[in-house]
């Protein structure tokens, strides 16, 4: 889909996270389809979002982008573009904001060295970090280990624990992972204009789409649930 966009040129490029080397990862802008599936993947450290993304911006001869983040992130971009203040000239450049799923992010230098002292992983070595049920799978030197989620819950950061979006509601296309579809991308088309870029993109072979089942939209709201019930029992304890 953001391939899509970027031939027939309705952007001009794709504001990701691309990895850099292990869990470390920097922000770019994908130009090209190639540049898109070379940042694809799972990015689990901090990064300076916002202020690298101004000095992107205008950095770059660029004047209509797609943004991918997370939820928090997506947030903030969607109020800015609907009550602008002094960041016009940022905002206006925001074509399509894609928000992916979250649970949380680490508090980077904590989470690195737990996975250090705990399981005596080199991060610079880790090839693949995600999610699997109750667990963390982390592929390193062509082995995987699972680390349990109730491990790495104290490194989540405070920000994280009372935040109550899961899938990015301020965006206009939120993506994410099914436990029971692996290999697949669940979307969620939030205006006409997301709607229609979808299905322009299948109907062009840029996309295979499968109208999601029960199991899927179970799936989803049990996840976003939790976290909501989650930020409320953490704001709970700050009030």
Same mark, same amino acid.
């Given at each position: 889909?953001?391939?899509?966009?970027?031939?027939? @040129?309705?952007?001009?490029?794709?504001?990701?996270?691309?990895?850099?080397?292990?869990?470390?990862?920097?922000?770019?802008?994908?130009?090209?389809?190639?540049?898109?599936?070379?940042?694809?993947?799972?990015?689990?450290?901090?990064?300076?979002?916002?202020?690298?993304?101004?000095?992107?911006?205008?950095? @770059?001869?660029?004047?209509?982008?797609?943004?991918?983040?997370?939820?928090?992130?997506?947030?903030?971009?969607?109020?800015?573009? &609907?009550?602008?203040?002094?960041?016009? #000239?940022?905002?206006?450049? +925001?074509?399509?904001?894609?928000?992916?799923?979250?649970?949380?992010?680490?508090?980077?230098?904590?989470?690195?060295?737990?996975?250090?002292?705990?399981?005596?992983?080199?991060?610079?070595?880790?090839?693949?970090?995600?999610?699997?049920?109750?667990?963390?799978?982390?592929?390193? #030197?062509?082995?995987?280990?699972?680390?349990?989620?109730? @491990?790495?819950?104290?490194?989540?950061?405070?920000?994280?624990?009372?935040?109550?979006?899961?899938?990015?509601?301020?965006?206009?296309?939120?993506?994410?992972?099914?436990?029971?579809?692996?290999?697949?991308?669940?979307? +969620?088309?939030?205006? @006409?204009?997301? &709607?229609?870029?979808?299905?322009?993109?299948?109907?062009?072979?840029?996309?295979?789409?499968?109208?999601?089942?029960?199991?899927?939209?179970?799936?989803?709201?049990?996840?976003?649930?939790?976290?909501?019930?989650?930020?409320?029992?953490?704001?709970?304890?700050?009030?």
């Amino acid at each position: 889909m953001l391939g899509k966009n970027l031939d027939e @040129e309705l952007i001009d490029g794709v504001v990701v996270a691309k990895r850099v080397k292990g869990l470390l990862a920097k922000l770019v802008v994908a130009k090209s389809n190639e540049e898109i599936l070379r940042a694809a993947g799972n990015r689990w450290s901090v990064l300076p979002y916002t202020t690298k993304l101004r000095e992107t911006l205008q950095s @770059e001869s660029i004047n209509r982008v797609t943004i991918v983040g997370l939820p928090c992130q997506t947030q903030f971009l969607q109020q800015m573009k &609907m009550f602008p203040l002094l960041e016009t #000239d940022f905002v206006t450049k +925001i074509y399509l904001i894609v928000s992916l799923f979250c649970i949380g992010t680490f508090a980077t230098e904590p989470f690195i060295e737990f996975l250090k002292l705990r399981y005596g992983l080199d991060p610079e070595r880790v090839t693949y970090i995600g999610l699997e049920k109750n667990s963390i799978r982390i592929e390193y #030197d062509h082995e995987q280990k699972l680390v349990p989620l109730r @491990e790495v819950l104290p490194y989540v950061q405070t920000g994280c624990l009372v935040c109550p979006d899961y899938t990015g509601v301020f965006s206009d296309i939120s993506a994410g992972l099914s436990e029971n579809y692996p290999g697949h991308t669940v979307l +969620i088309a939030r205006n @006409e204009k997301a &709607m229609k870029l979808i299905n322009e993109a299948h109907e062009k072979g840029y996309l295979e789409i499968v109208k999601a089942g029960s199991d899927v939209v179970d799936e989803v709201e049990t996840k976003a649930r939790g976290k909501i019930v989650r930020a409320m029992r953490y704001m709970s304890m700050i009030l």
